[in-house]
């Protein structure tokens, strides 16, 4: 009886485990269906005399629309943004955007502590998410400006890390779930 009845209670937990296993797991692939990855996927660079001017190409590889979409640069006074930013399908779009370092700039005059190219913007949920990409000055010996170097390839991320609960919560709300 005693036997019996363990092998009842462990059939029983097994089954509550496989199906909470399952139930995790259809929550964390619907709410990466949401999410967005805007990423430099080029970087072109041209000199001209005492002018540089970088135009990275910005795509979002993730499989969500990005919402207020933020470019900025370390000691460049301008800034890009864009209220919605679609991913792959019928509303696909990527953006050049000219960064332009005349003689003038700050990043070029003066040597700045830390540089970033950061993006920054928001999913369906208004979760903050972030893409720094270190940026170096070198000094240049033949005039008194630093030239400007991004590194494309170490980024560093600020993203949430939502709990399964969390993600389901998200998931229940609208508009993303729809």
Same mark, same amino acid.
């Given at each position: %009886? @005693?036997?019996?009845?363990?092998?009842?209670? !462990?059939?029983? #937990?097994? &089954?509550?485990? +496989?199906?909470?296993?399952?139930?995790?797991?259809?929550?964390?692939?619907?709410?990466?269906?949401?999410?967005?990855?805007?990423? !430099? =996927?080029?970087?072109?660079?041209?000199? +001209?005399?005492?002018?540089?001017?970088? &135009?990275?190409?910005?795509?979002?590889? /993730?499989? /969500?629309? +990005?919402?207020?979409?933020?470019?900025?640069?370390?000691?460049?006074? /301008? &800034? @890009?943004?864009?209220?919605? @930013?679609?991913?792959?399908?019928?509303?696909?779009? =990527?953006?050049?955007?000219?960064?332009?370092? /005349?003689?003038? +700039?700050? #990043?070029? =005059?003066?040597?700045?502590?830390? *540089?970033?190219?950061?993006?920054?913007?928001?999913? *369906?949920?208004?979760?903050?998410?972030?893409?720094?990409?270190?940026?170096?000055?070198?000094?240049?010996?033949?005039?008194?400006?630093?030239?400007?170097?991004?590194?494309?390839?170490?980024?560093?991320?600020?993203?949430?890390?939502?709990?399964?609960? &969390? %993600?389901?919560?998200?998931?229940?709300?609208?508009?993303?779930?729809?």
């Amino acid at each position: %009886m @005693f036997l019996t009845l363990f092998l009842v209670l !462990i059939v029983i #937990i097994g &089954t509550g485990v +496989a199906w909470l296993r399952r139930i995790s797991r259809t929550t964390k692939e619907r709410y990466h269906q949401h999410v967005p990855a805007v990423r !430099i =996927t080029n970087l072109s660079t041209l000199k +001209a005399e005492d002018t540089i001017t970088f &135009t990275p190409e910005l795509e979002n590889t /993730g499989p /969500g629309v +990005a919402y207020d979409f933020l470019l900025q640069l370390s000691g460049w006074d /301008g &800034t @890009f943004s864009v209220k919605a @930013f679609h991913p792959q399908g019928p509303r696909y779009q =990527t953006h050049s955007v000219p960064i332009v370092l /005349g003689p003038n +700039a700050p #990043i070029r =005059t003066k040597l700045l502590s830390r *540089c970033y190219l950061r993006l920054a913007y928001r999913d *369906c949920w208004e979760q903050r998410y972030e893409c720094w990409y270190p940026v170096s000055q070198i000094s240049n010996v033949s005039s008194r400006l630093y030239t400007i170097h991004i590194n494309l390839s170490e980024p560093e991320f600020t993203e949430p890390h939502p709990s399964v609960s &969390t %993600m389901w919560k998200l998931l229940r709300r609208n508009p993303a779930y729809q």
